[in-house]
């Protein structure tokens, strides 16, 4: 696809050793391209870092320069290794005071559970000074968003209602429609002429996806585009050209 | 954990747009994540990157320099938004024609499975010059290695296999070994003794994972060391704090 100027670019980083030694998989990466994808923005490189401060800084850093949004998911809990809001502090250069806000929410849920308020958890109200909260409707310990980064908690289930308390807040650019075409030929038949077709629409973006199964070669061919008079356009010659190839190769379509 | 300087280190690079727009959902993350664990190596940083040259480009060559290895998935199939070879054979700036060795694999492959030859098939044989083929007992297209990086199929059976087939070229460090502690309180509620002892115990890294369902507060502590006998010391500490912290709050200690 052309890069259109007027896109709206997103990064993410996903911090904790728990990731990069495969003790915990991954979700929330899945989770974000797709609240991304939803809101018309386009999701362009994810960095999973290890809880090292001077990787999650430089991260940061990279990525806020070059993306109109970043997401950071994990690090911001009340143990030792929980130091994603210092590195968001240190890449802004500002201080990380308690805030009151933060404190008092914490305070709140606390009273109700019976919670001990110690230094541990007080942790999880240090908050970049100059940073916005961002509630947390599951645990109380709220995320924050400074500048254009946004962090988020790393528990799932806390990092979508995070990101869904978010959503209102960010704007996104003119949503991508997409269309899948289903082919039960290889990516191989189809890969020529898609090259040729994918040269026609420069503003349609084509992509091949190999579907493994035991006995069965299947292809996915899906178009994105922001233009949908063009995505149109370009899904019909697509489409004659997969009816032409599994002609040839005297094979049936397969059941959309 | 104080880094250790023989060490051996990875950095991934994901590459692909169906990642990024959350059509697909990465698992190949994790399986090299385990792999690395498994092999004593420390995987220390991942990228997702789109289908564009020049992002690829940058990440292999930001990768490469500072990891031991670097391990890639996706975009090595036939179709005109597979460029990872282009991407990889540029990085390193080397030629990429087609490899003898590779073609002589996928035609024999191609023979059996009455395939025709075309040119989006040969794409799969143009392999970085000076780069060694990794075997893909799948579908027979190989990977590639080029100095440290290894160049690896996105389809997660085929990645399967061809991680397997690098496993006895690659040299680990000492195994990092892990102990978990099970525990019936929150994090908050170890966090404070828990910096205590990361502090006493350098070199053995202390995580601490937030266990959220319906009703249980849990929280996992993970600690990680090449060093048993240092590992064992720490577990022994960390779980006396455990229990004092449970009976502190009078609950349990939750069933191994």
Partial sequence: MTQNETRVTA??????????????KDVNIGAVADFCTDLGIDLTEVRVVSDELDHIIEAVNALRARYTYVFTTGGIGPTHDDITADAVAAAFGVALPINAQA????????????????????????????????VNSVSAAPGFRIGNVHVMAGVPVIMRAMLEALAPTLKGSKKVSSITIKCAVGEGTLGGPLAELQEKFPDVKMGS??????????????????????????AEQVRAMVIAAHEKAGVSLPQE
Same sequence: chains 1, 2.
């Fill in 11 to 24: 990064g993410m980083i996903v911090i904790g050793d728990e990731i990069l030694s495969g003790r915990t």
């Fill in 103 to 134: 404190r008092a929410m914490l305070e709140a849920r606390w009273k109700q559970t019976g919670t001990e308020v110690n230094e541990a958890r007080l942790r999880m109200a240090r908050i970049p000074e100059g940073a916005d909260l961002i």
């Fill in 209 to 234: 996806y190999p579907q493994m199964s035991r006995d069965e070669v299947m292809t996915e061919l899906v178009l994105r585009s922001s233009d949908e008079a063009r995505l149109a356009e370009a």
